[in-house]
């Protein structure tokens, strides 16, 4: 269902924050998600979501679109998202 997918997608940002070591998020709440450690924090998400994309999936099914799809991650992430999936 929709909702599960995007609380996973938020539960991914969050933990990013933390791999990431980010300090004094409360300050971030509102910085737009392209930039800084927001948009590092989106970096880290699709990394951690990818392996469990890209598991058990002959290689010619793993596609940007569908990588996207599964966790409903926004069109302006896509560059990211290519990019975490395909190096």
Known sequence: NQSTIAAVGIAAHEIGHV???DRK?????????????????????????APYYIE??????????????????PEHQRAIAEKVLFG
């Open 19 to 21: 791999v990431n070591n």
């Open 25 to 49: 998020l409360n300050k971030y709440y509102y910085t737009y998600a392209k930039y800084g450690v927001e948009k590092d924090a989106n970096v880290m998400a699709l990394i951690l979501l």
């Open 56 to 73: 058990d999936k002959p290689e010619e099914y793993i596609t940007v679109d569908g990588f996207m799809e599964t966790f409903a991650i």
